[in-house]
């Protein structure tokens, strides 16, 4: 299923067309049409990654009816972001966002880049291992508050090894809409943590720029 239909976002990424990088939704379950429309949104309308949320269907990530979209993702080129998380759902298994699903998507399809979206929390010493085993498996900062990050709230695993072995891991976007905080209030977040201006350009913009393949000049400011 899609939260949000792909017109609406194309609609919005038209209108601003420098601002917004849209990623696809799909619904895994309509199999060879769902496909096609994927290869419709990135090859004809210019989308640029897929996104999808187990825990909406009650699948965990490495049910069989995902392959064929795993497999599409990588024949286009594009990046998977993929729910891997709790969920404030009353109908569905937290388990479903545990990254022990990544690890295993990521064995059968080593050329898939994965996005863990909202990094594993709260197993998050398990999502920075499995960033570091697979390399093309990262983690997506948002929809949380940045300013707990250093405040003994389950993400010691990010604040150690985001800033050395998996530096180059992580993608920060604020998911504000999801937290009802103003972005500007979140970035000032990511600012005041106790990481070198190196980590945070990674984390903010460098990373993120790389796997899209999107060209930014040394000058370009981060903000």
């Keep these: 299923?899609?939260?949000?239909?792909?017109?609406?976002?194309?609609?919005?990424?038209?209108?601003?067309?420098?601002?917004f990088i849209p990623?696809?939704?799909?619904?895994?379950?309509?199999?060879?049409?769902?496909l096609a429309a994927l290869e419709h949104w990135v090859v004809e309308r210019g989308f640029r990654g897929l996104s999808l949320r187990p825990f909406m269907i009650g699948r965990p990530d490495t049910d069989r009816a995902y392959s064929?979209?795993?497999?599409?993702?990588?024949?286009?080129?594009i990046p998977l972001s993929i729910h891997t998380s709790a969920?404030?759902?009353?109908?569905?298994?937290?388990?479903?966002?545990?990254?022990?699903?990544?690890?295993?998507?990521?064995?059968?399809?080593?050329?898939?880049?994965?996005?863990?979206?909202h990094a594993?929390?709260?197993?998050?010493?398990?999502?920075?291992?499995?960033?570091?085993?697979h390399p093309n498996v990262y983690l997506e900062l948002g929809a949380h508050r940045p300013k707990y990050f250093a405040a003994g709230a389950g993400w010691e695993a990010?604040?150690?090894f985001g800033q050395t072995t998996i530096r180059d891991k992580v993608v920060y976007g604020t998911g504000a809409f999801l937290i009802n905080r103003p972005y500007v209030q979140l970035c000032d977040e990511m600012r005041a943590l106790p990481i070198t201006s190196d980590v945070l350009e990674a984390w903010l913009w460098r990373n993120a720029a790389r796997i899209l393949n999107l060209t930014v000049g040394h000058d370009a400011d981060p903000t």
Excluded at 4 to 18: F, G, I, K, Y
Excluded at 23 to 34: E, K, L, P, R, V
Aim: aromatic letters at 10%.
């Design 1 to 19: 299923m899609t939260f949000v239909h792909n017109e609406s976002v194309a609609a919005l990424t038209d209108r601003h067309p420098n601002r």
């Design 23 to 34: 990623f696809a939704g799909a619904d895994i379950m309509q199999g060879s049409s769902a």
């Design 68 to 77: 064929p979209f795993y497999a599409k993702c990588v024949e286009l080129g």
């Design 87 to 117: 969920n404030w759902t009353r109908t569905r298994a937290s388990d479903l966002g545990h990254p022990r699903h990544i690890d295993e998507v990521a064995c059968h399809f080593p050329e898939l880049t994965i996005l863990m979206s």
């Design 120 to 133: 594993g929390y709260p197993w998050v010493l398990e999502a920075c291992l499995v960033a570091w085993k």
């Design 158 to 160: 990010l604040m150690l």
